[in-house]
T-cell receptor, first 111, second 113 residues
């Protein structure tokens, strides 16, 4: 069974204080790993897809990386508007197209 | 510009009173999903449609039903809501075989009194 574990559950940062969120996964062959951002009371919004170990994607202050067992979402010099819950999901190769989601990391960035 | 639209944004119902949540999409995607999300938890897939084919998750209670009358619309019916059904309900769409990211609506927050 595919599993996704995200850590930490919650993270508080000061504005400008860089950090990383972790997504560990167990899947029988990775087809894709997805990062989403979810603001309170809203639906998740797609950020990145990573397909193979060593791949990296960047968007503004966010950078996602992938190894064979985990993915990191690095946040460089975060701003208060980066406060949100970040969800990770994996999709298995050869299996269902349905992704398995983690519980997310709730990020709060203080000004 | 909204591509996946859920109505209403907030729904209050009484214990046992049927409720219907709606979702529409302008993306013409094959797959439509319904997820249930409770506070600090992962979205939980209830069911999905691949075109007209309905796929129910094994642990989705019989209390939850769905309809997809056409490509654009999908409905979630909760026949007899219980207090434990209070949650955010998310609709999403995708096209399998592409990069397969999900496009989510803004969700419907359901309260059961």
């Amino acid at each position: 069974e595919d599993q996704v574990t995200q850590s930490p559950e919650a993270l508080r940062l000061q504005e400008g204080e860089s950090s990383s969120l972790n997504c560990s996964y167990t899947v029988s062959g990775l087809r894709g790993l997805f990062w989403y951002r979810q603001d309170p009371g809203k639906g998740p919004e797609f950020l990145f897809t990573l397909y193979s170990a060593g791949e990296e994607k960047e968007k503004e202050r966010l950078k996602a990386t992938l190894t064979k067992k985990e993915s990191f979402l690095h946040i460089t010099a975060p701003k208060p508007e980066d406060s949100a819950t970040y969800l990770c999901a994996v999709q298995a190769r050869g299996g269902s197209y349905i992704p398995t989601f983690g519980r997310g990391t709730s990020l709060i960035v203080h000004p | 510009d909204a591509m996946v639209i859920q109505n209403p944004r907030y729904q209050v119902t009484q214990f046992g009173k049927p409720v219907t949540l709606s979702c529409s999409q302008t993306l013409n995607h094959n797959v439509m999903y319904w997820y249930q999300q409770k506070s600090s938890q992962a979205p939980k897939l209830l069911f999905h449609y691949y075109d007209k084919d309905f796929n129910n998750e094994a642990d989705t209670p019989d209390n939850f039903q769905s309809r997809r009358p056409n490509t654009s619309f999908c409905f979630l019916d909760i026949r007899s809501p219980g207090l434990g059904d209070a949650a955010m309900y998310l609709c999403a769409t995708s096209i399998p075989g592409t990069n397969e990211k999900l496009f989510f609506g803004s969700g419907t927050q359901l309260s059961v009194l």
